[in-house]
């Protein structure tokens, strides 16, 4: 599984102990979480990211979530996406960035291939059940 090689796998029980956040989980068939290195900075509660890696159909994805520090994300065409939240942007051809209201940065990719068609739609779909909150 592709989560495996992004950080370490727990219980989300046991994750969300290791986080200063609450996390977003998508209202899916979930296989496995785990705690992932911050984008930026030191590897504290406060910085570090969360991995969810789940079924839809018969595709596995990975949508990682880390709180927004004082950084800026560029991806599309060198636009700051922390400016509009819940815009997704592209930072490769199958995966898709975003970042949310209460200041997620978030990034979805498939374990597997997709093509970039589908993984906007599975993000619209996430977006669209509650992933830009």
Known sequence: MLIDDRGVVMPLEQAVTKIDYKPWIPPRQILKY??????????????????????????SFLLSEWPKQNFTLLFLHGEDITLTPCKIAHYKADGAAWTTKSKLAMTLQPDGNVSP??????????IASGACR
Do not use: F, S
């Open 34 to 59: 785990a705690v992932i290195p911050p984008l930026g900075d030191l590897d504290t509660p406060d910085h570090r990211g969360i991995a969810i890696e789940y079924q839809n159909g018969n595709q």
């Open 117 to 126: 068609k589908q993984i906007d739609a599975e993000a619209q779909r996430l």
